[in-house]
Structure formats: C-alpha cells, structure tokens
C-alpha cells in the first residue's frame, strides 16, 4: 500500500487516466468496426477522416503506438479505396 500522499494521489491519477484510456481506445475500436464493416463507398469516405483523426489521437496520447496507428490508417484508406 501506498505510504505517502503524493504516491496515493498518483494512484488515483493513473486510474482515471486508465478508464478514459480504455474509453477512447474503445470508441476508437467500434469506429474501425463500423468502417470495416461499410460496403458503401459515401459511408465509408465519411467515416474515414474521423476514424484517422481518433487513430492520431490516441497514437499522440502514447494509447496506442504510432506505427500501429499508421498501419490501420493504411489499412483503411486501401480498404475505402477499393469499395466498388
């Protein structure tokens, strides 16, 4: 257990920070679902530009690493761009 107010305190910081994390990285999964999941091209070029925007902001707030941010950014732009 934690002896010092400042460690306690850091306690409780981390864990509200791991219930936005888990948050935001969530939302940001159910997007790459529903992009995954569209067959239509006008759904798929509107979602595309806020799934990479939550892509890069959880690869800036070190959720998720930049590279793999980069690889499922590629993955779905090849993915809208194939949609027929």
Known sequence: MANHKSSEKRIRQEEARKINNKY???STR???KELRS???KA???KLLPKV???LDKLAKKNIIHPNKAA???SEIAK???HIA
């Open 52 to 54: 990479s925007s939550m």
């Open 43 to 45: 759904t798929a070029s």
């Open 30 to 32: 159910n997007a790459l």
């Open 79 to 81: 993915k809208v761009n």
């Open 24 to 26: 935001y990285a969530k």
């Open 38 to 40: 569209a067959t239509d």
């Open 71 to 73: 690889n499922l950014k």
